[in-house]
């Protein structure tokens, strides 16, 4: 049933990726250069100008289908083995923009200037830390609900 706690929460890990598709998820500023980095690309801004923009688009399309995965999972309630094999699929997927996410931030985006300062994460990564910590715990519900019918199925 589309009402149970496991679909509203895979419904807050979409929400959590729509908001990393739409917010600057690091940033870094020494004097009159900064960098940032969303979902989409990396800019170098130094006085004024843009000296580097560079696409990021896998972390997109990383975000993009951990939100599609978790929507579609939603409804896919009448078999519950489906689900979680899908939050587990998930789980992967969020765990891969993680890890790309903090790649691109350490090995290319923070060796750009200032290399002693690490720059600051902003909401949208702590954002993609919550979507996997909620697809964990919706995959624990599901495996929960499964349990229960199978338990029940037993006592017949």
């Not at 990564?125 to 338990?151: M, P, Q, T």
Request: hydrophobic letters at 50%; aromatic letters at 12%.
């Amino acid at each position: 049933m589309l009402q149970r706690p496991q679909s509203f929460l895979l419904l807050l890990v979409a929400v959590c990726m729509v908001f990393f598709l739409g917010t600057e998820t690091w940033h870094k500023t020494v004097g009159t250069e900064s960098i940032s980095l969303n979902a989409y690309n990396l800019s170098y801004v130094k006085a004024g100008s843009i000296v580097k923009n560079t696409p990021v688009y896998y972390l997109a399309v990383l975000a993009v289908l951990s939100a599609g995965l978790s929507i579609f999972t939603i409804f896919q309630y009448k078999n519950r083995v489906r689900q979680m094999l899908l939050v587990s699929l998930n789980s992967l997927v969020g765990a891969g923009l993680l890890g790309a996410t903090v790649y691109q931030i350490q090995m290319d985006s923070n060796k750009i200037f200032a290399p002693e300062n690490q720059g600051e994460f902003s909401f949208s990564f702590w954002a993609a830390f919550v979507a996997l910590a909620l697809n964990w715990v919706a995959n624990r519900l599901i495996r929960r609900d499964e349990n229960i019918v199978k338990d029940a199925d037993r006592m017949r």
